[in-house]
């Protein structure tokens, strides 16, 4: 993001934080960066707050639960600070890259918009984004010990390259993925609920249970209920012992015996099993819109997730 009045900086960096605080909370899509701007001096931001009337554009993308968390925030926001105008625009998940690239090139970039993982640096390298280092470094407002390393590291640009030098980006919707399930589904099917305690499920566990789950409910030999989805390769992959690089060498380490195993069962799960939905299904109803009908058994869920799941018809944990 690139910030046009030096006088929207500090109120540009409090709506990044307010969005920090809402994104254990709010849906949206996973690897994205919310910020740029300016920070107050140490102290009460808001006896430093220009009164001049100030708009700030903030663009992003997420569920109508997102939508619904960020119209109270800014409300609030607007509230504590009246001579500012939030203009907010949530763009569908599936058309913002290309709606953001196209603001980018014609001069109208957003003063406060979320940066996916792979066009952070294409970003930075370019000048597009504001180095948030000088003001973070002038405000109380953050602590960098109290946010995860690695998830800062992600907006960090030197120059050359990404995880070192100064931050140029704060991080949202960077959290853990969880498995979610359907408690209603299993208790239907007869099923044991997959334990809390960590270690104590297999995939071999999760695979019979995905078997049991899936149904052609109207006998027209299609599937209409998934035992699971989404089941993330890099789950498998570091959960089989493997990475995709080694990052003290920068080595590919995508040919060992790890990550073919783990890539050959996520593979199995549509292919062999047929127990998670093909692309051609994804087309039709994405895996988040199945588990919130009821049509998934089980589905990782982020930290985005939660507002979504907050209504659901059917009962649901996490293991």
Not at 203 to 229: C, M, Q, S
Not at 234 to 256: L, N, P, Q, R
Request: glycine share 10%; aromatic share 12%; with cysteine.
């Amino acid at each position: 993001m690139k910030s046009k009045l030096s006088t929207k900086l500090g109120l540009v960096m409090l709506l990044c934080f307010g969005m920090l605080l809402s994104a254990c909370s709010s849906g949206g899509n996973g690897n994205s960066s919310a910020a740029n701007g300016n920070t107050a001096n140490k102290g009460d931001a808001a006896t430093n707050a220009p009164q001049e009337k100030v708009k700030i554009s903030f663009m992003g993308h997420g569920s109508p639960q997102e939508k619904d968390i960020f119209a109270k925030l800014i409300k609030s926001y607007e509230t504590k600070y009246p001579n500012v105008k939030v203009e907010y625009t949530s763009v569908p998940p599936a058309e913002y890259n290309q709606k953001l690239s196209t603001l980018v090139a014609s001069g109208k970039t957003p003063d406060v918009f979320y940066v996916s993982g792979p066009q952070f640096y294409k970003f930075a390298e370019a000048g597009t984004i504001q180095n948030l280092q000088p003001f973070l470094e002038s405000t109380e407002l953050f602590q960098a010990d109290n946010v995860w390393k690695q998830a800062l590291d992600r907006y960090r640009f030197d120059g050359k390259q990404l995880g070192q030098g100064d931050l140029y980006g704060l991080p949202k919707d960077v959290g853990p993925w969880a498995m979610a399930y359907n408690k209603t589904m299993f208790t239907e099917a007869g099923l044991e609920l997959p334990p809390a305690e960590v270690g104590k499920w297999t995939w071999d566990n999760w695979l019979d249970a995905a078997k049991k789950l899936t149904k052609d409910e109207n006998g027209d030999g299609k599937v209409d209920i998934y035992g699971g989805a989404n089941f993330t390769l890099e789950g498998a992959v570091w959960a089989s012992g493997g990475d995709f690089i080694d990052y003290t060498t920068g080595k590919v380490t995508i040919d060992t015996p790890e990550f073919a195993k783990a890539m050959q069962w996520v593979a199995d799960l549509r292919l062999k099993h047929n127990v998670s939905p093909s692309p051609e299904d994804e087309k039709a109803m994405n895996s988040y819109s199945r588990f919130v009908a009821g049509k998934v058994g089980m589905f990782p869920m982020g930290p985005w997730d939660q507002p979504g799941f907050w209504d659901l018809p059917f009962e649901w944990d996490i293991a």
